[in-house]
């Protein structure tokens, strides 16, 4: 039997949830605190490399000026810029979809068949939520609505295994909160995360959302 860093074991058949909960919490120190540092850092090292490796030919392997001439640059660049526009423009259309809240946008600005009974008002401020609710019924829809009292702030909620499901964008001093209509399925502990950059903190401006069956 599979046994998870916490004690717990697998029941038969779904050994593999303990697993993916500890995995999202081994992902959660990759964004926060130092293992983001070295994740960034990780990132920039081939750049990093590069540079080195350039500086380090032009002062010591090969000082003199380039034997190419400028008008040879020319036509290699038209080359260059013209493929990377068109691979920009091809990437960014083929992987619309794949942006979690364009893809739940159909569902969210629709009106649910059912009305409206669950409500969560909460102000973001500089770095924490201050929630009407934490507690939501499953397959009812609820309305969220958020202000902000500072900066810009976002509320992303991610389901219980890691995805995320939506997320808003709260500016300060706006007339109307920002809205959204959503039907959670499963019963769970939902993680909310700020991604809207909003200061030194910004990676600890998380919250739970608990998502209860209904009755
Ligand atoms: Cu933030």
Redesign the pocket.
Known sequence: MRVARDGRTGRPGEPIEIYKEEAIAMLDSVFTGWGAFWAVIAMFAPFALMGIYIVRRKSVSDTGPSPLQPSEFIPLEGVWLTFAFIFFVIINLAGLKFIPWAAAAPSLTAEPAEPITQAVDFTAKS?AYDLSSRQIEAGKPVRFSGRSSDTQ??FAVYHPDGRMLFTMLMMPNTTKATSVVYTFKDPGTYKVR??????IA?HA?QDELTVVKSN
């Open positions: 770095w702030h976002g700020c991604l809207e950059y909003c200061g910004h401006m």
